[in-house]
């Protein structure tokens, strides 16, 4: 799973039959011997995001998206199948990094550094961090005393000086008040348009990933349920939300247990020495 | 074997800007923490001299050791401990602690336990500067052997590197190993020739064998260079075996550090 190397392959990312795999804790009162039950957190997808693509991934609690997301930006394993990714990925974080104590302008440097830019880009990018983010004269006050806005806003605003091949956007435009998340859709809307940079982008909000979105990616239990087009995507999904919606509590219930027991796993109890040398 | 070396000490040199930043913004956050910031950088190991001289020196009437008093003795012995003990013992918090960092950005996460040790070495700083007044009270005045410090100082920053790269992944996939390794600490503390020789008298048992495998100790090394430095006017060069011996245990816990690290590094956020 080599991501440095930059081929001029169509394809921005490929996935084939790839599967992630969660341990899962024992209830209380099971038997030790009975060796530990994993969860498919993803099973067998297969896909393919052309470059300069902008895909909008749907699904439900649970249904895996912030795995697939994690799983994309490199920063999980995955358990079976082959992942290729050509060029750069990053996942855009907005309240990590941030340290409370400290004010708002060192947080620039804070963040600034942990994402791996050096002194000269940090510096360089340090007004456009301020004059985004709309901070004002809190610029100069610790985080601690910020608002929850406010602090995604300066957060979000600081992950905008990555420049990546890929950018992958997990539920970050759902922060701060009406007028910034337009602000921050239209950034958005500008790299996807001038740039011509792949980006997934994970939302619950339905206009959002239409109006933002080419391809739609659904996907419900760890399974991959539809690609194509965002429009066709959305409807189906929607459908598939309502219907799940109109069902008796019981039914969908039993529904969402046997999705669950699907995902299950049982497998070999592994010992800490297995783990560290096996 | 060697790529996982490799692999580590290029994260980590590549990344040196990084690493300087969160050690520097991460002090700079503690001291915002307490009204008084930096003061307690410097009080801190300056009351813990203060206690093991007044109990030890004092009240136990310990007689000097050698031709040297107890206190400059001490300073300078507990100076390179107050390295190496917080090193370790935050060093297998290094990537627990940053859990929040790591699931949520790529992050090269090797390079959190040389965050950890370089932070400490500021610490380390402040206290030195202590242990220099002290001495310079004392009578000891600078001389071209404290340059040595210079070399020890590395020598710790080395060893207590290699650990926290195994304790750091250790913990990760085992919890426990920071509360065993907090009290084991204390026991490495007494082991070590911080605030007593470390040398058993001719009338004790086994004595040779004992003395013996006091020097195993890597610590004994480090606690051991820095009052050579300062005080009995030896090198390091004086110390062959020692020292040969000092690098060949750094070296095999780097290199098991880095590939525990390697071995682990995209697994850690499974592991939280």
């Not at chain 1, 011997?33 to 297969?46: N, V």
């Not at chain 2, 307690?40 to 008093?69: C, M």
């Amino acid at each position: 799973m080599e991501s440095s190397k930059y081929d001029n392959s169509e394809y921005a990312v490929e996935l084939e039959h790839v599967s992630k795999i969660y341990k899962l804790q024992k209830k209380d009162g099971e038997s030790k011997k009975k060796g530990s039950e994993s969860f498919y957190a993803l099973r067998d997808i297969s896909l393919k995001i052309k470059r300069g693509d902008v895909v909008g991934i749907l699904g439900t609690n649970g249904s895996g998206k912030s795995t697939l997301s994690l799983v994309l930006s490199g920063i999980s394993d995955i358990d079976e199948g082959t992942m290729d990714v050509n060029g750069e990925q990053a996942l855009i974080s907005i309240n990590t990094g941030l340290n409370n104590q400290l004010t708002g302008l060192e947080n620039i440097n804070v963040k600034g550094a942990l994402l791996g830019f050096n002194k000269k880009k940090i510096q360089q990018m340090t007004e456009g961090v301020i004059e985004f983010a709309e901070l004002g004269d809190f610029l100069y006050q610790p985080v601690k005393k910020y608002s929850s806005g406010m602090k995604s806003r300066l957060g979000f605003s600081i992950s905008l000086a990555l420049d990546p091949d890929i950018f992958i956007i997990d539920e970050a435009l759902s922060v701060g008040d009406k007028g910034f998340a337009k602000k921050c859709l239209d950034r958005m809307m500008k790299l996807r348009n001038e740039k011509d940079k792949t980006i997934l982008f994970i939302s619950h909000s339905l206009p959002q990933v239409k109006e933002f979105c080419r391809t739609g990616l659904w996907i419900e239990g760890g399974k991959l349920m539809e690609m194509g087009p965002i429009d066709e995507v959305c409807d189906h999904y929607s459908d598939y939300v309502e219907k799940l919606n109109a069902m008796p509590g019981k039914e969908k219930k039993k529904m969402l247990d046997e999705k669950f027991k699907e995902r299950l796993i049982v497998n070999e109890k592994k010992s800490f020495w297995t783990r560290l040398f096996g | 074997m060697f790529t996982s070396v490799k692999y580590v000490l290029t994260e980590n040199f590549q990344n040196l800007y990084r690493i300087y930043c969160i050690a520097k913004y991460e002090l700079l956050a503690d001291m915002r923490d307490s009204k008084f910031g930096i003061f307690w950088n410097f009080a801190s190991p300056a009351i813990q001299v203060l206690t093991y001289w007044l109990i030890f020196g004092i009240a136990w009437k310990r007689k000097p050791v050698g031709d040297i008093e107890y206190l400059p003795w001490l300073v300078v012995g507990y100076a390179a401990w107050w390295f190496i003990q917080p090193c370790i013992q935050s060093g297998c918090n290094a990537v627990f602690s940053k859990t929040s960092v790591i699931t949520k950005m790529k992050f090269p996460v090797s390079v959190l336990p040389a965050t950890i040790c370089a932070k400490e070495f500021f610490n380390h700083l402040c206290m030195l500067i202590i242990a220099f007044v002290t001495l310079l009270i004392c009578g000891h005045g600078p001389n071209l052997y404290w340059m040595g410090l210079i070399y020890y100082a590395f020598c710790a920053f080395a060893f207590t590197e290699a650990v926290s790269l195994i304790l750091s992944v250790l913990t990760m996939l085992w919890r426990d190993v920071r509360k065993l390794i907090t009290s084991l600490m204390r026991m490495l503390m007494y082991f070590s020739p911080v605030i007593w020789e470390c040398h058993f008298s001719a009338d004790v048992p086994y004595h040779n064998i004992l003395n013996f495998i006091m020097k195993l100790n890597p610590v004994y090394y480090i606690v051991n260079g820095y009052r050579d430095s300062v005080f009995y006017h030896t090198g390091f060069w004086e110390h062959p075996a020692l020292t040969a011996y000092f690098w060949v245990v750094v070296i095999c816990l780097f290199t098991a550090g880095c590939m525990l690290m390697y071995k682990f590094k995209r697994k850690f956020i499974d592991l939280i």
